[in-house]
């Protein structure tokens, strides 16, 4: 796992030989690139593997792609496992299983409410019984 994360991490300082045989022949075409060389060094590393071309570089892009779903997937994991047990302990046996999905759906999602536009749609805020 240390070569591919070298290889993907600095692809123009890596060794051709050492890396797998399907990239081999993409990654000379891409260290003999000086133009690319130059993006690289721009550009972050999910931009820099996002503007290679598909026709020219489809073993390296999928590469790449392989290699940035491994930390996001393992950060969404750690996370989510990690509100599980803050949320599931002996004080609160009586979680369900669907309300503790949805405790995990809502702290692990990206979508931010819009509090003050909800509020706004309301005519009170505290119904009467």
Do not use: W
Request: with cysteine; charged share 25%.
């Amino acid at each position: 796992m240390e070569k591919d994360i070298s290889l993907f991490s600095s692809p123009f300082s890596a060794d051709p030989d050492t890396a797998p045989h399907q990239l081999q022949l993409e990654l000379i075409e891409l260290q003999c690139d000086d133009e690319l060389r130059g993006r690289q060094q721009q550009l972050s590393l999910t931009d820099f593997y996002r503007q290679l071309e598909k026709g020219r570089f489809p073993e390296m892009r999928t590469f790449a792609k392989r290699m940035l779903s491994l930390f996001g997937s393992t950060y969404l994991c750690e996370q989510t496992f990690s509100v599980m047990n803050l949320n599931k302990n002996r004080l609160r046996s009586r979680l369900t299983d669907a309300h503790l999905r949805d405790i995990l759906r809502i702290s692990t999602t990206a979508v931010k409410p819009d509090l003050a536009r909800v509020l706004q749609s309301r005519s009170q805020y505290h119904p009467s019984h």
